[in-house]
């Protein structure tokens, strides 16, 4: 593979850009080799500066439910451009969008939009502390809610304690507040919220884990969450920025049959623009600015052509209902392919899937946590990525990652990634 174009261009970002790029996972640290520079897509494929062909598996890191600039998203960005880029005053489209989303979202009674997944959690555990009145909340480790740093905390020996900061620039101040659960243990939200009593403001989850891999909740665990969080007057946040439209058109939670108080989206909810939403209950909402005291803001929140290209995505889904089989069967496809594969190599590598989001650990224990996850052996990972982008096929460049299925894969480029993988296993084990 002739990757000249992207090398050049990667050294000469490395001048002007930390590490080349804009977010450190796309320089392929953790599997080693130069990150490639892409140029355009079209449905399942993506083409790299050098004129390579890949199907596409990252779908931009979850935004992409139907593949590359889906005609219906992109009629409508071209509309809106026409009349302007941004009025920083309110449009029809923000009403339509929010309308829309309470629609296919029923826990969401209203919502506020954003410009990112990171601002949708930040304003939500906001909105939780300035309603409850609380300061501290709980996540689980190995979920992400983006990069606000009291988020940034992974357990360490006083995991049931006090957080411990992961990033420098991350203070113990702002550590201080987050209280680190095991997901999937119920028993560890039980001692947190004991040994806290009237402290805790919010619990925020995943309601599928899809930044350690991909990690189903165990029966239970969500609704024994939703349970605690009645019996001790905490708000229960679904992170569902992944899982938001991906996993059903009311997300995880419709699956569930669980009701969160408040909800965070993103990926999806922009049609490849960057925005991001949080909603729930209009009590919660409501304390919000400019009705309540809780301030939160964005020059470029509800942005027209943002807007423009999310309520595509969402009317889309709102009129193809069919569209969460068809990802089911596809994927389910996928999956099949892939775990005869590995039993065809002797294996037993564990794998996750909710829907079209699924991955591949290079491990044979069951992973149903973070401790788990990280049994795999990343560095065969990174081989086995190596393999597959040879074959024309791109993953998400970590083993911590979920592939996403689109509406745009065709049953040839599947059949096409199965044979990639049998290939790619073969040549690294
Ligand atoms: C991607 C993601 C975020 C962060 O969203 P950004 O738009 O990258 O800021 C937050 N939570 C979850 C569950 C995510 O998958």
Not at 56 to 74: Q, V
Request: proline share 4%; hydrophobic share 40%.
């Amino acid at each position: 593979m002739n990757t000249e174009k992207s090398k050049n261009l990667f050294e000469e970002a490395k001048k002007y850009i930390p590490g080349g790029v804009n977010s450190p996972v796309r320089a392929f640290k953790s599997v080693g080799g130069d990150p490639l520079f892409i140029q355009r897509g079209v449905g399942s494929k993506f083409w790299d500066v050098d004129n390579n062909e890949f199907i596409d598996y990252i779908g931009s890191w979850g935004p992409h439910l139907f593949g590359h600039n889906p005609s219906f998203i992109i009629d409508s960005l071209k509309t809106a451009v026409e009349n302007g880029t941004s009025f920083g005053s309110p449009t029809e489209l923000e009403v339509k969008m929010a309308k829309l989303i309470t629609e296919l979202v029923p826990s969401v009674e209203m919502v506020r939009m954003v410009n990112s997944g990171t601002e949708a959690t930040m304003s939500a555990v906001r909105a939780a502390r300035g309603y409850t009145g609380k300061e501290k909340f709980i996540k689980f480790e190995g979920c992400y809610h983006g990069h606000a740093d009291y988020f940034l905390i992974r357990a360490g020996s006083g995991a049931l304690t006090l957080g411990v900061p992961t990033s420098p620039g991350v203070t113990k101040g702002n550590a201080a507040d987050t209280l680190l659960a095991d997901y999937n243990d119920i028993e560890s939200v039980k001692k947190l919220v004991s040994s806290n009593k009237n402290k805790i403001a919010a619990i925020i989850t995943e309601p599928v884990a899809g930044n350690m891999g991909v990690v189903k909740a165990k029966d239970g665990f969500i609704k024994e969450l939703r349970s605690i969080c009645d019996e001790e007057k905490i708000i229960l946040i679904f992170d569902e920025v992944m899982t938001g439209f991906r996993v059903a058109a009311g997300g995880a939670q419709e699956i569930l049959g669980i009701r969160p108080d408040l909800s965070t989206f993103g990926k999806i909810i922009g049609g490849g623009l960057p925005v991001g939403a949080f909603g729930g209950k209009k009590e919660i909402m409501e304390a919000i600015a400019p009705v309540g005291p809780v301030y939160q803001a964005g020059t470029l929140s509800g942005n027209p052509l943002a807007m423009a290209a999310g309520y595509a995505a969402l009317k889309h889904i709102k009129n193809n209902p069919g569209i969460y089989k068809e990802l089911e069967e596809k994927s389910a496809y996928l999956e099949i392919g892939f775990k005869n594969n590995i039993k065809s190599v002797g294996k037993n590598y564990a794998m996750g899937r909710v829907g079209s989001m699924m991955c591949m650990f290079f491990s044979e224990e069951p992973v149903s946590d973070f401790k788990s996850a990280v049994t795999s052996d990343t560095i065969l990972y990174g081989k086995y990525f190596h393999e597959m982008l040879k074959r024309g096929i791109y993953l998400a460049p970590a083993q911590f990652e979920a592939l996403f299925v689109s509406t745009a894969h065709s049953k040839e480029d599947l059949d096409k990634t199965i044979s990639a993988h049998k290939e790619s296993l073969a040549a690294i084990l």
